[in-house]
């Protein structure tokens, strides 16, 4: 027991000497309780079409305080172990309490202590801040909060020891957790996520917007080249030549003037240079038989790739974007059976 009180003191004091990792895990929680409490206050509102009490009745931040504490899980279990434990066997730490009169039982019981004083000196800072600011509403069934969040410190320290174990250096634990100026939004197609991420690019112009569809993900490479696996499309969003851009001027779900945003839209096997932000296209790629659908509707259905389309938009933020893309584009189908095609106007 005593080598395990050590040990775990000794984590603790290396903990506070990473300050990514305390930037992540202490400080972000709090930052964005305060930025999202600005935008949406804590005031219960109805929705004025229908009448009825957004948030069941509550303020936003009876929600968002909840979720704050699963952030400061998530940084342990995607942020704080992995890099910590990469770095540990990479340069020869864990070999060398091995061959010690350390048991691995006590090194992995220093790493569950250390979480859950981090997680739980997380939490508090974020409920206490939350608590004397906007005073949301308390649990009424404070029992099962302390479950859920036991749970979710149990799970998210397991994903932590996983990743630590697999993840091969530092540099790959921490790309795991951060890759940086870029904004990912996921279920893009199917659920019409478009308007949100032009949103969210237009206020943040120098992040790159990447929407990935459903059975669809980017394989990155040393933070660099992002390649499209799966079987459907990855819509890459770049707002670093913003013409015009009146969203700073216009009142929340007005609609906004935003023009030359640069459209990428890349299909399986094409790959994208995130610091050049261009992209690199390996010629019309014919997809894996496993890819091809067995019935086809109509030739339509094909997935297609577009490099750099300027787009003119005119967004309303947070209802559906209709925009149009006036400049010559090229347009290169998967499927073996067409050949290259371009059209001057083509309208989504």
């Known amino acids: 027991m005593s080598t395990l009180i050590k040990l775990s003191w000794v984590e603790l004091k290396l903990f506070v000497r990473e300050p990514i990792t305390v930037i992540f895990t202490l400080v972000l929680p709090v930052i964005m309780l305060f930025v999202m409490a600005g935008v949406f206050g804590n005031e219960v509102t109805t929705d004025p079409e229908s009448g009825t009490a957004i948030f069941r009745g509550v303020g936003p931040l009876d929600y968002y305080m909840p979720a704050y504490f699963g952030l400061v899980l998530m940084a342990i279990g995607t942020m704080a172990l992995p890099v910590h434990l990469a770095s540990y066997r990479e340069r020869g730490v864990l070999r060398r309490l091995r061959a010690s009169s350390i048991s691995v039982w006590s090194v992995l019981g220093s790493q569950m202590v250390v979480s859950f004083v981090i997680a739980m000196l997380g939490s508090l800072l974020v409920f206490i801040m ?27 320290t397991a994903l932590g020891f996983f990743l630590g174990a697999v993840l091969p250096s530092t540099r790959a634990a921490q790309g795991l957790g951060l890759i940086r100026d870029t904004i990912f939004d996921t279920h893009f197609v199917q659920r019409s996520r ?56 216009v009142e929340n779900r007005m609609p906004f003037a935003l023009s030359n945003v640069v459209y990428s839209l890349l299909t399986p096997g094409m790959m994208y240079d995130l610091k050049k932000r261009t992209v690199i296209d390996p010629g019309p790629i014919a997809p894996p038989r496993s890819m091809v659908p067995k019935k086809k509707k109509s030739p339509q259905t094909d997935p297609v790739a577009v490099a750099n389309a300027s787009l003119s938009i005119r967004a309303n933020a947070g209802t559906k974007t209709s925009f149009e893309i006036n400049s010559s584009i090229s347009i290169s189908l998967v499927s073996s059976r067409y050949s290259d095609s371009s059209f001057t106007s083509h309208k989504l």
Not at 139 to 154: D, N, S
Not at 220 to 247: C, F, M, P, Q
């Open 194 to 249: 478009i308007s949100r991420l032009v949103h969210a690019v237009a206020t943040n112009p120098a992040l790159l917007g990447l929407g990935i569809e459903e059975n669809t993900g980017l394989l990155i490479e040393d933070e660099t080249r992002a390649k499209v696996i799966g079987t459907g499309t990855v819509i890459v969003l770049d707002g670093s030549a913003i013409e015009i851009n009146h969203i700073g001027y």
């Open 130 to 156: 939350g608590i004397i600011a906007y005073s949301p509403h308390m649990p009424q069934e404070v029992g099962l909060v302390v479950l859920a969040f036991l749970l979710g410190l149990v799970c998210f």
